[in-house]
């Protein structure tokens, strides 16, 4: 059994690896586009004084219409100070508003993290991925995802509450247990095992309509 286990956390550390890289890269091409809009910033600016010297105020404000449009799509939706963060939220938070939830957050993460990165995707990605989930058992007016993350001293502090269908959730041997079905439900199981390994806290707490999730891990 031991060896199974190491077999499943070796498939899933290269699962999660992919998902790492391709979350980088979409936050590399954000980059990029940024830079290339700065680059081309002389040249809009000539443009907007070129409509302003020949007094085509419609040209004019149609332009800056779509600069802005433009700039919108390049900007980020959490800048929290740590890239590897700013790569996992951004991903996520594109993922369910493109789902129609509503996602209120708040982050502000050091540069530096001792957690490794592979730990950080998998808590926060199974986080969002659990909250999106349950969030679409509600009619889009309904769905709501908040996220805080900040330095408590030492330690990292995140929290993630979410609505949900349904009355309060019970425990069954300190567990809330997964709505998915059997064979569900390993992801909380892996957010459990990395919190214990870094001796870090976990609270998971349901509510009528909302669950919330708070992690402290030492840094």
Request: net charge neutral.
């Amino acid at each position: 059994m031991h060896l199974l286990d190491k077999m499943i956390d070796k498939r899933i550390a290269r699962y999660q690896g992919g998902l790492l890289a391709t979350h980088y890269a979409e936050v590399e091409n954000m980059y990029r586009q940024i830079r290339g809009w700065r680059h081309d910033y002389r040249n809009h600016i000539q443009v907007l004084k070129s409509y302003a010297a020949l007094g085509d105020l419609e040209s004019l404000k149609r332009y800056l219409d779509e600069l802005d449009t433009d700039l919108n799509t390049v900007d980020m939706v959490m800048k929290t100070g740590n890239k590897m963060t700013d790569v996992i939220l951004n991903s996520k938070i594109s993922l369910a508003k493109s789902k129609d939830i509503q996602v209120n957050a708040d982050a502000s993460v050091p540069v530096a993290l001792t957690t490794a990165e592979i730990d950080l995707c998998i808590i926060i990605g199974n986080l969002f991925d659990n909250a999106i989930e349950a969030c679409m058992e509600l009619p889009k007016e309904e769905r709501l995802i908040r996220v805080y993350m900040d330095m408590k001293n030492t330690q990292l502090y995140m929290s993630f509450t979410n609505t949900c269908a349904g009355k309060k959730l019970t425990k069954h041997q300190g567990r809330f247990l997964s709505g998915k079905g059997e064979g569900h439900g390993y992801g909380l199981i892996r957010i459990d095992t990395i919190v214990e390994r870094y001796q870090g806290y976990l609270s998971r707490n349901s509510e009528d309509g909302a669950f919330t999730t708070e992690i402290l891990l030492p840094q």
